[in-house]
């Protein structure tokens, strides 16, 4: 007989993998480009990160978005070549540079964010605004306790 110490049931890890699923598809669904938009999913982000945070510099702008130093550097000079971000000397330091959302920038990224959430917006329509609530209390208890994992397995 197999030990099931540790083991999660069946019926969980089914829902689990069901959660996975559906978080792929919310996924797809948050990068893929609407009607007229001009945005790709890397530019997206960027400016998405930017516009949470503002002016940074690029090593904590490619930390911010996990990704090396010299793949936000090609995408930053895509950005700044569009007229989307502006780069300025960093203040406390003449040699590094910082970056920021341009107004035609944030321009583009509210006009991505609209259309992406008034995809959402559909969706629920049909929803009572009681699940709407409770389906926002445990994405957000969700996200809260992925970053938590994360930032645990990044320490050790």
């Known amino acids: 007989m197999q030990s099931t110490v540790g083991a999660a049931p069946a019926s969980r890890t089914k829902s689990v993998e069901s959660v996975m699923h559906a978080l792929m598809s919310v996924g797809r669904l948050v990068r893929q480009r609407g009607p007229g938009e001009t945005l790709d999913t890397g530019s997206f982000w960027m400016l998405k990160t930017l516009s949470a945070n503002g ?9 911010c978005a996990n990704l090396d130093t010299s793949t936000v550097s090609r995408h930053v000079a895509q950005l700044h070549r569009a007229g989307l ?6 203040p406390d330091d003449r040699r590094a540079l910082r970056v920021q959302v341009s107004s035609k920038g944030q321009g583009q990224l509210d006009q991505a964010l609209r ?24 994405l957000t208890r969700f996200v809260t306790d992925l970053d938590s994992l994360t930032q645990d397995l990044e320490k050790s």
């Open 55 to 63: 002016s940074m510099r690029l090593t904590d702008l490619a930390a």
């Open 85 to 90: 971000i502006e780069r300025a000397p960093d």
């Open 115 to 138: 259309a992406r959430l008034a995809v959402l917006e559909r969706t629920l329509d049909s929803w009572q605004p009681d699940d709407v609530r409770e389906l926002d209390r445990l």
